[in-house]
């Protein structure tokens, strides 16, 4: 007996020897979402294929995809953003995609003023900060017409009652988490899904390494199929899998309810049951890569092939050679009927050919180009004759991409987004991908508007119409104008505008309060009228024209209310309800702060004095304390709160860089995250200091000039695609250290060896710190060429004259590809 337990206990003991140790990292907190994988664990299938698996809930900060790719992780899950990892050179293997739809949605609550995406336009929404894992809502709102611009952005509180008390308009939400609490708390709710409008992103997506791939395929086998049939045994019990998650890995304290309806969301998110189920498409990962293209996150591609596990393509169906025989059988039948009408059709094709006549006459007559082609893109022979005005001489044949576009990216994108139109079944989603394409393009100094009709699977008609570049100058400029008038009156009468910005905004906030319930409808109205007339009147001076129009509008709206006459209060309410008072009116000032700075849309409550007038009173005070008799602590006091009347405070001088940084980055087509400034926001400087402040110009300028790089090299050098800048600042035994970093491209020490030594200065024994210092002389620049930005060599040196005339010095530390930071010390008391 004891023989034969021994030897069980040695099977037992070589079988867990044999098991390899794997983990998977897990793309958010335990949850429904995973369910395949605790199957596996817990019902032996990892086991049953040698493996141990170890399973990590997701952390804040992980990056999955490094991890992974660094093999700290074996396995892991992650969204459609692992193509963008790939090309930024992670080493990514993609396995399995759990959902052919993403689960990101916009939800708003059902509201009739919010019915549709482009209902959206001026709302509130809140999204999370990740552009790259919103890149099908944006793409959503995209062809709904909706730049970034057109809404209010709001940073995501992740907390669904935000969105029922109305702080918020919309948010992103994930279908199988945020809509249950919409339907526990019985509130009726709108969903935006991006699959609507053609863009399917693939989810949860198990992926490897290509190097744990290689090392070993049979290890990355065997959690495939594992895996495959964990999840295949959770959608198929999912009552019992559910009930295993809330035992044994609730870590968020679901509901059981909960769980189930996450089960049922993501069971018909990953459309279980069909071909599709756990398999990718080329063709959609190319539609991902498109979208990421449009939106501007990425615009390189990848190898596809090299970056799926052969199991995991899709394939179609096999043929059914039955019922081919049948419809070749039945289009037989066909065509023996066909024969016996053949004369007829004679006759009806002398007819058509009369018709088309007279189509083609019209067409050449009707001031714009008709064209069509088909999937191989050749223009074909019957086209008007417009088009040859606009695309030269002998068309026909010719690939309609190369008479549109000589950018061979622009060739590409439009091929393939027409490509993926006409395999596009659903008119909705052909139609939003159409939406994708160019439809204004400037050749041979014209301004032509495209238009594209798909006619059948195969062929694509363009209608091209010639836009006045006139007109649409003068209304650009007749608009550029109108701003401009705004920006000058709001400058020049700041008092009025201060005044109008504060009156309105009590208004918007207490409308409704302003029903008096003792009063009639029709007095109520009245009263309104004429507050809103006012308000009308004042804003016209200032030229804030969006204000202006949708006053004017609810004005009318009133007046008809008024001559009706309006017969109850709740009537007068509700209408007050649905006026929009908001949107306009911070789009003008949105404007306003876009040209003068956020710092002047918050200054109104401030009187000027001279300084001069503060010197005196402090002259005054002082005369008075040399009198013992008089000083008390509190006169002291008084006199340290005057000086501090003609000192500034240091943030207060920093803050337009802010916008100075902002604008610049656009300019020069960067993407930069806002500035970070942070010290204590008491710390004061003498009047000596603005010089130095002001010479700091140069080195913000640096540093979105020449530090930040573009978005594209950020990416391909392992970058988040926005830059970084930040400012420092603290008080310190009597000294002022400012400190200005930048996560850009580093300082090029080479270039600046290269430079000195074309003036003939010896290098090799300098250290980096002297190395750097000559970045401060005058007329050194690493610029081949000279811009109105910079490359003349004279800002730098200017800042470190200021710092020198306030006897302070500057450190710098610098790394190729990793930043730079400046460190100026300088002391308070000049």
């Not at 109520?524 to 804003?539: E, Q, S, V």
Request: aromatic fraction near 10%.
């Amino acid at each position: 007996m004891k023989i034969i337990f021994l030897a069980l206990f040695i099977l037992t003991f070589s079988q867990a020897q044999e098991l390899k140790k794997v983990s998977l990292q897990l793309l958010w907190k335990h949850q429904f979402e995973f369910a395949g994988y605790y199957i596996a664990k817990e019902k032996g299938f990892y086991k049953e294929a040698g493996l141990d698996v170890d399973l990590l809930e997701y952390q804040f900060g992980t990056d999955i995809a490094q991890n992974v790719s660094n093999r700290q992780s074996d396995f892991g899950i992650g969204s459609s953003a692992l193509i963008l990892d790939k090309i930024k050179g992670k080493d990514v293997y993609l396995l399995m995609p759990l959902l052919q739809t993403s689960p990101f949605v916009l939800m708003s609550k059902k509201r009739p003023d919010i019915q549709t995406v482009a209902d959206l336009k001026g709302k509130k929404i809140m999204f999370t900060p990740n552009q790259v894992a919103m890149a099908s809502l944006d793409a959503m709102l995209t062809v709904n017409h909706i730049s970034n611009h057109d809404y209010i952005h709001q940073n995501h509180t992740f907390n669904v009652q935000d969105l029922i008390d109305g702080k918020t308009d919309a948010m992103s939400t994930y279908l199988s988490n945020e809509p249950y609490h919409m339907l526990q708390k019985k509130i009726p709710y709108t969903i935006f899904n991006p699959s609507d409008f053609g863009f399917n992103f693939y989810d949860d997506i198990l992926f490897t390494s290509h190097s744990l791939y290689q090392k070993d395929p049979q290890l990355v086998h065997a959690f495939y199929q594992a895996t495959q049939k964990g999840w295949e045994y959770a959608f198929n019990n999912s009552d019992e899998t559910a009930q295993l998650i809330f035992n044994k890995y609730n870590t968020q304290n679901k509901s059981l309810d909960h769980l189930r309806f996450e089960a049922s969301e993501l069971k018909k998110l990953s459309h279980f049951g069909s071909n599709e189920y756990g398999k990718f498409k080329p063709e959609l990962l190319q539609q991902i890569i498109q979208t990421y293209n449009l939106l501007d996150i990425s615009k390189s591609t990848v190898d596809l092939p090299t970056i799926i596990y052969p199991d995991a393509l899709y394939v179609e169906s096999s043929i059914d050679y039955v019922l081919l025989w049948k419809i070749g059988g039945g289009f037989l039948l066909i065509f023996i009927g066909l024969y016996y009408w053949n004369r007829k059709l004679r006759k009806l094709n002398l007819e058509i050919q009369k018709s088309k006549k007279k189509v083609i006459e019209l067409l050449d007559n009707a001031g714009q180009g008709f064209l069509s082609f088909s999937t191989d893109f050749k223009v074909d022979e019957e086209y008007s004759k417009e088009c040859l005005k606009y695309l030269g001489e002998e068309i026909a044949s010719r690939n309609i991409s190369d008479l549109l576009f000589d950018d061979p990216t622009k060739k590409a994108f439009f091929k393939n987004t027409l490509m993926s139109a006409l395999n596009e079944d659903k008119i909705l989603s052909r139609n939003a991908i159409l939406s994708l394409l160019p439809t204004l393009i400037l050749l041979h100094k014209r301004a032509l508007r495209l238009e594209y009709k798909i006619i059948d699977t195969h062929k694509v008609m363009m209608v091209i119409t010639n836009i006045s570049e006139q007109k649409r100058l003068e209304k650009k400029i007749k608009k550029e104008q109108e701003i401009l008038k705004m920006i000058v009156t709001v400058v020049s009468e700041s008092d009025v505008f201060y005044d109008a910005k504060k009156d309105f905004t009590t208004f918007i906030n207490q409308v409704e309060t302003l029903i008096e319930r003792d009063k009639t409808a029709l007095h109520n109205a009245t009263i309104l009228y004429r507050i809103i007339h006012t308000f009308k009147g004042t804003f016209s001076q200032l030229y804030m024209v969006e204000t202006i129009n949708v006053l004017h509008k609810i004005e009318s709206e009133l007046s008809k209310m008024i001559q009706k006459p309006i017969e109850t209060n709740d009537e007068l309410i509700a209408f007050l309800k649905s006026c929009d008072f908001e949107t306009s009116f911070h789009k003008d000032l949105g404007t306003i702060g876009e040209f003068l700075g956020n710092e002047f849309l918050e200054k109104e409550d401030f009187i000027q004095i001279d300084v001069s007038d503060i010197h005196s009173i402090q002259e005054k005070i002082t005369l008075i304390l040399n009198d013992h008799a008089y000083t008390t602590p509190e006169c002291v006091d008084v006199l340290t709160c005057i000086q501090n009347l003609s000192t500034l405070k240091l943030s207060t001088l920093l803050k337009p860089y802010l916008h100075f940084t902002e604008q610049l980055a656009q300019r020069l087509q960067k993407e930069l995250y806002e500035v970070e400034f942070v010290g204590d926001e008491t710390i004061t400087v003498a009047d000596s200091f603005k010089p130095f402040i002001k010479s700091l110009v140069h080195l913000f300028r640096n540093s979105v000039d020449h530090g930040i790089e573009d978005p594209q090299t950020r990416i391909e050098n392992g970058k988040d695609e926005k830059g970084f800048i930040s400012c420092h600042f603290k008080k310190e035994n009597g000294t002022l250290h400012l400190i200005v970093s930048d996560d850009g491209a580093g300082i090029d020490g080479e270039k600046i060896k290269e430079k000195l030594q074309q003036k003939g200065l010896e290098t090799h024994l300098l250290s980096s710190q002297e190395l750097y210092a000559h970045i401060f002389d005058d007329n050194f620049s690493t610029k081949e060429e000279v811009s109105t930005l910079s490359g003349r060599g004279i800002g730098l040196s200017a800042l470190k004259n200021e710092v020198e005339k306030l006897g302070g010095t500057i450190k710098i530390h610098s790394q190729k590809g990793v930043g730079t930071t400046f460190e100026f010390v300088l002391p308070l008391h000049t």
